[in-house]
């Protein structure tokens, strides 16, 4: 287990950018897979805000861990 607070930190930065590109991932293939739908668009949005916003806690994880 970590022992510090910013380890911790670290750990859900990585875990949760994880989370969020598996959750973008499926989201933009289940909206891509239902276009008929007026719920693909919102799920492909989201899809893409969960891959960004994944993407850039563990952008900010890997500049951390490199600045130190």
């Given at each position: 287990?970590?022992?510090?607070?910013?380890?911790?930190?670290l750990?859900?930065?990585?875990?949760?950018?994880?989370?969020?590109?598996?959750?973008?991932?499926?989201?933009?293939?289940?909206?891509l897979?239902?276009?008929?739908?007026?719920?693909?668009?919102?799920?492909?949005?989201?899809?893409?805000?969960?891959?960004?916003?994944?993407?850039?806690?563990?952008?900010?994880?890997?500049?951390?861990?490199n600045?130190?």
């Open positions: 287990m970590t022992t510090n607070t910013s380890d911790f930190a750990l859900m930065k990585k875990f949760g950018g994880m989370a969020l590109i598996l959750f973008g991932v499926l989201a933009i293939a289940i909206g897979e239902y276009r008929s739908t007026d719920l693909s668009f919102g799920l492909i949005a989201a899809g893409i805000v969960a891959l960004v916003g994944g993407m850039g806690l563990l952008v900010l994880k890997i500049i951390r861990r600045a130190g």
